[in-house]
C-alpha cells in the first residue's frame, strides 16, 4: 500500500480586516488552529475523508450477523 503525502509550504499575506483563518477557508483550506495558524488541510480531502469513514461505517453494518445489536 503506497500513501502519497504531500506538504506544501505557502506565505499567505493579510490585512488586519480579516482573520487569517477566514482567508485560508476562502481558498479551499481549513485551519488547524483557531489562532496563530501554522498548518491548514484542503477541505476537499476533509470531504473524501468524511464519505471514506461514511462507507466504511456502511460496510461494517452490512457485515453483521443478524443477531448482533
Known amino acids: 500500500?503506497?500513501?502519497v503525502i504531500d506538504?506544501?509550504?505557502i506565505e499567505v499575506?493579510?490585512?488586519s480586516c480579516q482573520l487569517l483563518s477566514q482567508i485560508l477557508v476562502c481558498h479551499?483550506?481549513?485551519?488547524?488552529?483557531p489562532e496563530q495558524v501554522r498548518m491548514a488541510v484542503s477541505i476537499d480531502f476533509l470531504d473524501f475523508y468524511s464519505a471514506?469513514?461514511?462507507h466504511?461505517?456502511?460496510a461494517v453494518n452490512t457485515?453483521?450477523?443478524?443477531?448482533?445489536?
Not at 28 to 33: S, Y
Not at 63 to 69: H, K, L, N, Q, Y
Open 1 to 3: 500500500m503506497n500513501f
Open 7 to 9: 506538504f506544501t509550504t
Open 13 to 15: 499575506k493579510h490585512c
Open 28 to 33: 479551499g483550506l481549513f485551519p488547524m488552529a
Open 52 to 54: 471514506l469513514f461514511e
Open 56 to 58: 466504511s461505517c456502511d
Open 63 to 69: 457485515c453483521r450477523c443478524p443477531g448482533e445489536a
